[in-house]
Every structure is written in structure tokens, then in C-alpha cells.
């Protein structure tokens, strides 16, 4: 057993830091938050020369053939930067379809170009408010002609195809669809959300192209399966940003003078911070298992994802919302950096599922045995 | 990163847990004796096979085994029902102290009694007068010749009445500020001199004690560091009262799991409730993110780092977790869940127990205040909270009345 990153690792991790602080400053996520820009085209080419889109795709495609450890570490550096790039998107859920379910043309088709970050994906699940379920599916796709509304699809303004969950009849419910969209039939409508770092659109499906990926019947299932891996992803995430926004608070705090000190020798304050140091530490804790689980394909996955997502969830929320309230009014303003963290872990809390779906799916997996 | 066991440490495993099926004690051997005696039973089987204290050197009682084989270890230990143990002072925080601070001697000498559990410590810190803030601590020691004299109280001291030794930080010098002025002894818990009164908690129970001290003497060999070094000693012990002690209190998840499944709301089994669901949920992340803390801690150990500030999370989410599960559970079985009666309590009172023992925990140790400080100052670097006492000889600091 070994419960550490390795040297190589940690030198990644040090070579992303120093990538991240040159190339994606708080201005870069401030410039897309300000600006007409749907992510920062340049950072984003920038991570595609580094190699991080290519990260788990085989070296057959066109990838570079590293383990899942190393998209941890990247994932973490992202999240600690609020990085303004549709990366999650393609890499944690469109790339992860393909490589679950998608034919071998399909893959050929795709994962070099999503290697070298010369196409955008993305997962297209939510259609209405609520937790999505195969009943409450509308889309449908019929002899590969796809019909219905997805909103809100993250990079679905950018994105070049989306794997779309749409219904079907038979199985559990659901089938999972490859559409191109630039063909006809499909239109796109930016959304303004809580998160405008990560761009967000409508999409409506009229009769528009679309290939199936995986096997009829199966989409729920396999959705499942790309979420529970996206969920460890999404977690060193939101650990990196919660960290990062922990930062943030002491910096400030250690600079801030009140009742002629330092805000950060009160009390409540130290508390404050210590609290999200807790929630941070065991949320790192967990992603580590997490991390192994994905990276090994462990049949606990869904229970380390799981457990790795809840505690993220929590931790973030925590850390965006007191590191706001630890600036005071400072922290309410526009000018004011707070706001990033803010918005990307309500984002991060709810995009591939809640906190209580989460839990949920938590418990369903110590009630599956999966728990040591 | 690998969670999983090399072929050597999964033949360890294997090994761990071959010996452990075959001598776990069983229930028959354990009637009719108290906690004490079952704890010191199955201490000295360990002992005796080479299971007690594998982490520590062949030398000193122990396996020479490494931080993953005790992770191993406890993972097996744990997945049986054994005694409780009354080591956990002795073995988790005078031990390293000892080994830190003792004469190759006296290790050789006082360890392996620690080990084979022939030997209980406990630790003779807090006073009324010095808890949270130890170091106000009052009890005085005086030289005499080879030999110090150790006159005042110690108070809540846990297991006094049944411990052979102690650790002991006293008082040498009034006259410099406060943690300037003390000195770390081990003693002997039958010198003439001592008296131990029980105090009993809220639970009913005595676990805990008061401790007078009146002329007792103490070999100057006995003391650890030099006079006046007692702080910096009492801090290799805290830093392992730490890892030592956790929170858990006897109550997991997987109990409040299993009422959970037993139990019915709205005529369906409970653990099909959304919001129970949601607060086990919770629970189980905590216990995850503590045990792969504590793994990352045994990693950082096998590097050769000490046990760093950092390890006060354990304590302290552990602790009001154990609060708070107990709290739920007796929720969930309505108005039986007050029925604390082990014969007719469902789970034989282990949730009532639980709750009457859960604020000990969160105060034990350093008080969830105090850890939360001690994350802040010491992890974040934070600033220290204002002292008024700070640099002022120990015998001018103000008091409460008294
Ligand atoms: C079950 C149990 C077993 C114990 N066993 C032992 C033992 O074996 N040996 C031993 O030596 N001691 C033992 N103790 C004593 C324990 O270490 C002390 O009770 C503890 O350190 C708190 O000290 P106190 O009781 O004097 O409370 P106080 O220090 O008076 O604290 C009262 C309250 O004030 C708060 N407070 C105090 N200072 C600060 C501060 N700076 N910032 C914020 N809040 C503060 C505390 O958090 C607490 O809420 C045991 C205690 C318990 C409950």
C-alpha cells in the first residue's frame, strides 16, 4: 500500500502550478466573466499543447496513455485556478463516453481530435428542473434522428458533438447518442448562469444527426458509469478550488486590521478557517481513494466516487461562501476575486448531480456491500 | 498511490488475520472478568505471539514491523470484537515519550511491560487550575538532594485507579513565566504519598479521578528532559494523544447503518428515508476521509516525520461525529431510543452509552475549542489568541477566584 503521489507525480503537479499561475492569473477568469468570450480560447490551446486533453486517451488515438492519477493532479490544479475552459466537458465526459462505449470508428473518429484539443465535447444529460431520470427523459432519438430540448449544456455553445442521453422504450430507459452540433437541426442558445467562467447553452434537437453510442437500453447505465468516474474528477476540483479559497481567506485575514490587529487572531475567524481546513483535509482524504479507485477500476468506484463527491460538495460550498464572509464587505464586491469560488462550487455542487443525489448514491452503494 | 496490498503485505494480512481468528479470546474465556482483566488477557496473547505494539522495536517489546503492517494490522484488529483496551495512554503517549526523552535503560526496562500490558500508565497532566491552559498547572515539585518532593492535585485523571505508572508534569519554578517553570516526571503509582478519588461523570460512571499528591518522592532518574524543559517534553506527548486517542468512542457508521436498515419510518425500512440516507451519508464520508487521513499519517511516519498538528482533525471531527450519531440513532428508535437499560435497549444501550460518553470526547484531549486553535495557529500560522500572561513570572499571572 502506498497513500502518496509519486515523484513524477508531484512534478507534474509543480509543472501545472507554474503553468496555471503564468497563464490563468485571477484576470483570465475575470476577462471571460466581463467580457463576450464563452472561455479563454488561448489557456484552453495552451492546455492542449501540455498534453492534459490527451491525458487517458490510449496512444493509439492520438492520447498519451497516462493513468487517471495524473488527471487527478491536473483536475486539482484547474479547480484551484477557476480555470475558464471547457476541459471538464471534453475530458471527464465526453472523452470518458467514448472510452466506455463508443465504437471503434467512433473512437477514431473523435479521441484524436479531442487529444490535441481540436474539438470540444460534452455530456448532454438535464432537459428540466429536478433530478433527471430516465422517465423524465423527452429527448428521443429514432433511427439516428434526434428530437428534443437540452438545458443547460456546459460548452454546448462551443462544444463541436455532445453525447445526449436521450429515452427509449425498451432496457433501462435511456440510450446514449453521439450528435454532431454543426449538423442541421440543431440550434443554440447561450444561457446566463451562476458560473458565466463556464459557458452554458440550450440546445433543441429538431430531427438533427445523430449516431447511437453504446447499446440501446443501456444509456442510464452507462451514464451511471461515466458519472461516477466524472464525480472523482469533479472532486479534485472542487478540492483544489476549496484549498485555494482557504488561501484566499488567510491572506486576507493575516492583512486585514481591526480593533488594532490582525482579523486573523480573532477567534471566530481562526475557527472559521481551521473548519474549512477540516472539511478540505477530508475531502482531500477522500479523493485520494477515489482517485485509486478510478485508476484501477476498482469495483468500489461507485462508493469512493461517491464518498470523494459528497465531501467535496461540502467543502467548497463551506470555503466559497465563508471566504466571502471573512472579507467582509470587500468580499461582496465585483472588483473582489471572492466571487470566482462562489459561483464555480454552486456550479461544481450541482453539475453532474446534487449533493443529495450523491448521498444518496452513497448509501446505495454500502447497501450494494461495497463498504470495508 | 495504491490501495491495494503488495504480495508482501498481503501475506502479512493473511498472516494477521490467521492469528487473529484463531486467538481473538471468546466470550467464555472473558466471563466474569472485568474490563481491566480482559484487556490485560489479550494484551499479553499479543505479546506473547509478537502481536503488541508491532510498530515499536524487537528491543523494546515489540515486532519491528513497519507503518503499513500497522495499518494492516489495525484494519484486521479492528474487523474483530476485542477488548477495549486500557493502553491507549500508556502505549499511544507515555511510550513515545519515553522513547523520545528515556535512557536506553530505562526503555529497555519500562517498555516491554507497556507492551505485554503487565504495566498500565496513565497521564497525570490536567489540574483544576490547568486544563485547556496546561501549563497554569499548579503542582509543585521541590529538589531534595537525589530526590523531588511533589506536593498539590491532578484532576480528571483517567484509569489512576488502576495504573501501575504515570507521566506527570509538575511545577519547579514559580518564579519564571509559566511555560518556563515545569518539569516532566514518570512515577510510580504506588509512591507513598498518592491518593486516588474517583469522580463520576454524567454517565454514571468513574472512569476518570482526582490525584493528591502530599510529600510524595520521586527520583531525580525518573525525570524526562531537563528541569524547566517539562513544556517542550508534555509536547511529544500531546502531538501523540493525538493519533492516539481519535474520536471514535466506540460508535461507527456501520451501527447506525444497521438500525437504519432494522428500523421502519412511514412503514418502510428508515434507511430508505431520503433525509436518513443523507445525514449516514455524511457520517460515512467523515469516517472515510479520517481513515485515509490516518493512512496519509502512517505514510508521512514510515518518511520519518513526527506526528505533525495536523492530526487534531481526527479528534475533533471524530468526536462530535460520535455525538451526533449517537443522538440520531436514539431519534430513529422514537420514544424507546430513552430505554438505556442494556437488557432492553435494542443494540444492548450501545447508543445511550454512547451518547452519555460523547461529551467527554469532544472535552478529552483538548477541548474541540483547543484543537480548532491549535489547527489555526499551527497549520495555518494564524496569529496566537492575545495573553495577558505572556512573559509575567507564573506566580503574578491572575487567577480566578479560588
Ligand atoms: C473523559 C475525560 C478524560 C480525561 N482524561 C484525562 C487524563 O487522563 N489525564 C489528564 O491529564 N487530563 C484528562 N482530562 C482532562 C482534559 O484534558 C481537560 O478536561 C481539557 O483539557 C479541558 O480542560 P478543563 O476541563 O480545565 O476546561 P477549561 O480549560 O476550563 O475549558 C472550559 C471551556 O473553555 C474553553 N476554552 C478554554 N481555553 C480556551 C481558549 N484559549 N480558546 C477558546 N476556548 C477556550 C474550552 O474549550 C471549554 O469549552 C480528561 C477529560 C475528560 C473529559
Redesign the pocket.
Known amino acids: 500500500m502506498n497513500f502518496e503521489f509519486s515523484d513524477e507525480q508531484n512534478l507534474l503537479r509543480e509543472q501545472a502550478a507554474g503553468f496555471l499561475a503564468d497563464k490563468c492569473p485571477p484576470g483570465a477568469a475575470r476577462a471571460v466573466l466581463e467580457g463576450d468570450a464563452s472561455f479563454d480560447a488561448q489557456l484552453f490551446k495552451g492546455i492542449a499543447d501540455m498534453g492534459w486533453t490527451a491525458a487517458t486517451i490510449p496512444e493509439k488515438h492520438g492520447g498519451l496513455g497516462l493513468s487517471y492519477l495524473e488527471l487527478c493532479v491536473i483536475a486539482e490544479e484547474l479547480g484551484r485556478v477557476v480555470a475558464p475552459v471547457p476541459f471538464s466537458s471534453s475530458v471527464y465526459l465526453a472523452t470518458e463516453a467514448l472510452l466506455l462505449a463508443g465504437t471503434d470508428a467512433q473512437r477514431r473518429a473523435w479521441l484524436p481530435k479531442l487529444a490535441a484539443g481540436a474539438a470540444i465535447g460534452t455530456f448532454a444529460l438535464t432537459e428540466s428542473a429536478g433530478q433527471p431520470s430516465p422517465d423524465r427523459l423527452a429527448t428521443s432519438c429514432d433511427n439516428g434522428s434526434l428530437t428534443g430540448t437540452k438545458l443547460p449544456v456546459a460548452d454546448g455553445d462551443i462544444a463541436d458533438f455532445a453525447v445526449v442521453v436521450a429515452k427509449c422504450d425498451s432496457g433501462d430507459g435511456a440510450s446514449l447518442c453521439l450528435a454532431p452540433l454543426d449538423a442541421d437541426g440543431v440550434t443554440r442558445t447561450a444561457v446566463a448562469t451562476l458560473d458565466p467562467t463556464r459557458s452554458h447553452a440550450r440546445i433543441d434537437f429538431d430531427h438533427a444527426a445523430a449516431e447511437p453510442l453504446g447499446a440501446e437500453g443501456e444509456g442510464w447505465e452507462l451514464t451511471r458509469r461515466i458519472l461516477d468516474r466524472a464525480a472523482v474528477l469533479f472532486a479534485w476540483e472542487q478540492v483544489g478550488g476549496a484549498n485555494a479559497a482557504l488561501e484566499q481567506a488567510k491572506e486576507y485575514a493575516m492583512g486585514r486590521y481591526a480593533f488594532g490587529r490582525p482579523i486573523a487572531g480573532f477567534?471566530a475567524i481562526k475557527h472559521k478557517l481551521a473548519n474549512m481546513f477540516v472539511k478540505n483535509t477530508l475531502a482531500r482524504s477522500n479523493c485520494y481513494y477515489g482517485a485509486w479507485a478510478l485508476s484501477t477500476d476498482a469495483s468500489e468506484l461507485p462508493l469512493a466516487a461517491a464518498t470523494a463527491r459528497v465531501s467535496a460538495i461540502q467543502a467548497y460550498y463551506f470555503a466559497s461562501k465563508e471566504n466571502i464572509q471573512t472579507h467582509g464587505g470587500m468580499g461582496f464586491t465585483w472588483e473582489f476575486d471572492c466571487q470566482f469560488h462562489y459561483r464555480r462550487a454552486k456550479l461544481l455542487s450541482v453539475n453532474i448531480g446534487s449533493e443529495r443525489t450523491w448521498q444518496d448514491r452513497l448509501i446505495s452503494a454500502v447497501e450494494a456491500g461495497q463498504a470495508t | 498511490m495504491d490501495f491495494g496490498d503488495t504480495p508482501e503485505e498481503a501475506s502479512f494480512r493473511q498472516e494477521a488475520r490467521a492469528w487473529l481468528s484463531a486467538n481473538v479470546p471468546s466470550k467464555e474465556e472473558l466471563e466474569g472478568l472485568d474490563e481491566v482483566q480482559r484487556a490485560k488477557l489479550w494484551q499479553m496473547r499479543k505479546y506473547e505471539a509478537g502481536w503488541a505494539c508491532i510498530r515499536w522495536p524487537r528491543e523494546y517489546g515489540g515486532r519491528g514491523a513497519s507503518a503499513m503492517e500497522q495499518v494492516i494490522w489495525n484494519q484486521e484488529e479492528s474487523s474483530f470484537r476485542t477488548p477495549a483496551s486500557v493502553f491507549a495512554?500508556g502505549q499511544g503517549m507515555a511510550a513515545p515519550t519515553m522513547m523520545a526523552w528515556a535512557t536506553e535503560e530505562q526503555k529497555r526496562r519500562y517498555l516491554p511491560p507497556l507492551a505485554s500490558g503487565e504495566h498500565v500508565w496513565?497521564?497525570?497532566?490536567?489540574e483544576p487550575a490547568g486544563?485547556?491552559?496546561?501549563a497554569a498547572l499548579r503542582t509543585r515539585a521541590e529538589k531534595d538532594g537525589d530526590e523531588w518532593v511533589v506536593n498539590g492535585q491532578?484532576i480528571?485523571?483517567?484509569?489512576a485507579h488502576f495504573s501501575d505508572y504515570a507521566i506527570l508534569v509538575v511545577r519547579t519554578d514559580p518564579e519564571v513565566p509559566k511555560h518556563k517553570g515545569l518539569t516532566y516526571f514518570f512515577v510510580d503509582m504506588k509512591s507513598p504519598g498518592i491518593e486516588t478519588k474517583p469522580i463520576r461523570?454524567i454517565s454514571g460512571e468513574s472512569?476518570?479521578n482526582e490525584v493528591y499528591f502530599t510529600d510524595v518522592r520521586i527520583p531525580d532518574d525518573h525525570r524526562l528532559g531537563a528541569v524547566g524543559q517539562g513544556w517542550q517534553v508534555a509536547i511529544t506527548t500531546l502531538m501523540n494523544e493525538r493519533l492516539a486517542i481519535g474520536g471514535g468512542g466506540g460508535l461507527g457508521f456501520r451501527q447506525v447503518f444497521e438500525l437504519a436498515q432494522r428500523l421502519s419510518i412511514d412503514g418502510r425500512p428508515a434507511i430508505k428515508d431520503r433525509s436518513v440516507r443523507a445525514r449516514l451519508a455524511d457520517w460515512y464520508a467523515q469516517e472515510s476521509g479520517l481513515r485515509f487521513q490516518g493512512y496519509r499519517a502512517m505514510s508521512a511516519l514510515s518518511r520519518g516525520e513526527i506526528p505533525g498538528p495536523e492530526n487534531s482533525i481526527g479528534k475533533y471531527v471524530g468526536a462530535s461525529k460520535t455525538q451526533d450519531m449517537a443522538s440520531f440513532a436514539i431519534d430513529l428508535l422514537e420514544m424507546s431510543g430513552v430505554v438505556s437499560d442494556p437488557e432492553l435497549s435494542s443494540h444492548s444501550g450501545i447508543f445511550q452509552y454512547a451518547f452519555m460518553g460523547a461529551p467527554?470526547l469532544r472535552?478529552?484531549?483538548?477541548?474541540?475549542?483547543?484543537m480548532l486553535?491549535i489547527l489555526a495557529e499551527r497549520v495555518l500560522g494564524m496569529p496566537q489568541?492575545v495573553r495577558v500572561d505572556k512573559g509575567i513570572p507564573f506566580s503574578q499571572v491572575p487567577t480566578g477566584a479560588s
Open positions: 477567534q | 495512554i496513565c497521564q497525570l497532566f490536567s486544563g485547556s491552559d496546561l491532578k480528571w485523571t483517567s484509569g461523570q472512569n476518570f467527554g472535552i478529552a484531549g483538548g477541548t474541540d475549542e483547543i486553535n489568541d
